[in-house]
């Protein structure tokens, strides 16, 4: 009997959409099902808050996104998205007033560290020269690179920690700090292996381009692939959460936009005890606590410089944030947290009413943590911004399960993907040369707990759709010629 369609895509975040969208465009019938009501998974928009204010549910500023070959590829700017670059990426504000920017140039980043502008343009100058080759490798599972070169130093220096490597190359606290905060974006105490990567990835990203908003909130992504996947034909049914693969209709593949763990409880009976046992192993990490903010005007930033940037991290010294991190991983809340912040309305009118705006932040909690995180996240952004309260209009909340209630791919909180350690990091979800691939022919995972991990660029659903072709179609997907044949 045929089967009813070429591929079915189970989960409609940002990769599941990408696959969707590259299936279709390779002529193949794909359907694509979501438990929620909505698409889009991590990368939607509400009123949170009051009506007006349009808040980002899970994802907001998007680092990876505009660097994307897989968004390029599905000229996602054509299809309404536009991305709103602001002056700067991020801003750590340290104590007295002071704080530190990073600049789309390399020089005015450097001019405010002092001590550290030499080590600082040292550092970052050998990655700036392709930036486009080099994120199309960062963004890639293990295989030979474009740049081998710049990849092998990018390696050699991202194998070390975070501490190890700011403290190696950096005599101030500046320059420390800046590259903590980057580097907390691996949610791992920065003691760890590999914590470098995270903190060279994301400097060199914004020394790109600027960490970006999505105008009308980051629903503009999720729409914009949707748009793709219609006009090739793509099928949505929501409000269908899938729980066995008997609920399935026929199909020659079948992707799955969900956690290792997830995939492991529906299709059992259809994988391998050892590799469905890999799948359940899988480790997850910390989860998040967030808040999102009807404010009466911007936060009053003590040092204005702050505010032209799309992210602030707030978390002090790189020993204190590093604390923080560390007691995470030790399943304790932290009296001062390591906070990211961001204020959309800033650089994009449409978020709030006029002459009002929206806030956002979030800090890491132990997963599934039921402890309210409200006041730890108002006092360290009082700490640098005095008077901020004062224009709190309401606030929304978020716990961990709230989030994974959102977007099922989130266990216990976790936005990415999962623990990206050394050994993690390469083995995502589990040991296999494809790693989109199972044991079982028909069943593929395109999930961002697949390389290249966690964040908003849509490069899991392209590697797992061209997984898919080349396997079940005999066709081929490049990011060189954008064409399936």
């Known amino acids: 009997m045929a089967e009813a369609y070429d591929a079915l895509v189970v989960g409609a975040g940002p990769n599941g959409l990408t696959a969707a969208a590259l299936l279709g465009r390779a002529g193949l019938r794909v359907r694509v099902i979501e438990a929620n009501a909505e698409l889009g998974g991590g990368v939607r928009t509400r009123e949170l808050t009051l009506p007006g204010f349009r808040h980002d549910l899970c994802s907001a500023v998007h680092t990876m996104g505009c660097l994307s070959p897989a968004f390029e590829l599905l000229e996602l700017e054509r299809h309404g998205l536009e991305w709103i670059y602001p002056p700067a990426s991020l801003a750590h504000p340290l104590e007295e007033g002071q704080a530190v920017c990073l600049e789309l140039s390399i020089e005015e980043t450097a001019a405010q560290l002092g001590v550290d502008q030499r080590a600082y343009r040292d550092l970052v100058r050998p ?194 944030l590093a604390s923080a991190e560390t007691a995470v991983w030790r399943g304790e809340h932290p009296e001062r947290p390591f906070v990211l912040v961001t204020q959309q309305s800033l650089f994009d009118a449409t978020r709030a009413p006029a002459g009002k705006h929206t806030g956002y932040a979030y800090c890491h909690v132990p997963a599934g943590s039921t402890l309210d995180q409200t006041a730890a996240i108002e006092s360290q952004i009082e ?49 296999r040369l494809d790693p989109y691939s199972t044991p079982n022919p028909q069943l593929f995972l395109c999930s961002h707990s697949t390389p290249p991990g966690g964040g908003v660029h849509g490069m899991c659903g392209f590697y797992a759709a061209r997984s898919v072709l080349r396997r079940r179609f005999g066709k081929r997907l490049s990011l060189a010629d954008g064409a399936a044949s």
Request: charged share 20%; net charge positive; proline share 7%.
């Open 383 to 431: 700490r640098y911004a005095p008077g901020f309260r004062e224009r709190i209009l309401s606030r929304h909340r978020l716990f961990p399960a709230d989030l994974e209630a959102h977007n099922r791919s989130h266990l216990g909180g976790a936005y990415t993907g999962g623990v990206a350690d050394l050994w993690q990091l390469f083995t995502r979800p589990a040991v």
């Open 127 to 320: 990655f700036a020269r392709s930036p486009q080759k080099l994120f199309a490798d960062v963004l890639a599972p293990l295989g030979w690179p474009r740049q081998p070169w710049t990849m092998a130093r990018l390696g050699w220096l991202g194998l070390r920690s975070a501490r190890s490597l700011a403290f190696g190359r950096f005599r101030g606290e500046a320059a420390r700090a800046l590259f903590a905060g980057c580097a907390g974006h691996g949610v791992q105490p920065l003691e760890r292996t590999l914590t470098a990567a995270f903190g060279l990835t994301f400097l060199l990203a914004g020394h790109a381009r600027s960490w970006p908003v999505a105008r009308g909130g980051s629903s503009a992504i999720a729409d914009a692939l949707v748009q793709v996947c219609l006009a090739h034909g793509v099928e949505f049914v929501c409000e269908e959460p899938v729980t066995s693969l008997a609920q399935l209709p026929r199909a020659r593949a079948v992707l799955f936009d969900l956690a290792p763990r997830q995939l492991a409880e529906i299709a059992q009976g259809a994988l391998p005890a050892r590799y469905s046992k890999q799948l359940r192993a899988y480790r997850m990490g910390p989860g998040c606590f967030k808040l999102d903010w009807a404010l009466d005007g911007p936060i009053p930033w003590r040092n204005a410089a702050v505010a032209r940037a799309s992210t602030v991290h707030v978390g002090g010294s790189f020993d204190e």
